[in-house]
């Protein structure tokens, strides 16, 4: 780390001033505050056995999401292929209340990851390809289609004129 400190004091002040952040898009991404503790506890893993240096707290910052957004990836990927084919599937219906974070959840990773950046974490569409290593037009692009499907998916199937 490119910081003016010693390495165990940057560690420290990364993981106090970000471990919320890694936290918070962990839970995004994986729904559940068990595998999101566990995916953060591996990001700091991760940092603390780099080493990577930065050029300032942004950078940092941005790798810490980077990680966390690849590591709930590759825990998501190994679920999907421990899923049983013949598990049941509920028929509930979904509360009002999380009708948008489930609509949000739906959309594919890269628009998901996207909307959450952008209305969650407040980066601009040039930050968000930064962190996801793609164009800002190609970012614009995602958070466009993840709004109409979204738009879609809230007046679809509906009688509205």
């Not at 165990?8 to 995004?28: G, K, L, M, P």
């Not at 509920?90 to 609509?103: C, F, K, Q, T, Y």
Request: aromatic share 12%.
């Amino acid at each position: 780390m490119t910081f003016f400190m010693r390495e165990e004091d940057s560690f420290s002040y990364a993981f106090n001033q970000y471990a919320d952040t890694v936290y918070r898009v962990a839970i995004h991404n994986t729904g559940n505050p068990s595998d999101a503790e566990d995916v953060s506890q591996e990001v700091f893993l991760k940092l603390l056995n780099s080493s990577k240096s930065f050029k300032d707290n942004e950078h940092l910052k941005a790798w810490l999401i980077r990680v966390t957004i690849n590591l709930c990836h590759d825990r998501q990927r190994k679920i999907k292929q421990e899923i049983l084919v013949n598990q049941p599937v509920s028929d509930e219906p979904v509360s009002d209340e999380n009708a948008v974070l489930e609509a949000v959840k739906a959309l594919p990773e890269n628009y998901r990851n996207t909307i959450y950046l952008h209305y969650y974490e407040g980066y601009t569409a040039k930050e968000i390809g930064k962190i996801l290593g793609a164009k800002e037009g190609t970012v614009l692009s995602w958070l466009s289609r993840a709004r109409a499907q979204l738009r879609k998916d809230f007046t679809g199937g509906f009688d509205d004129e």
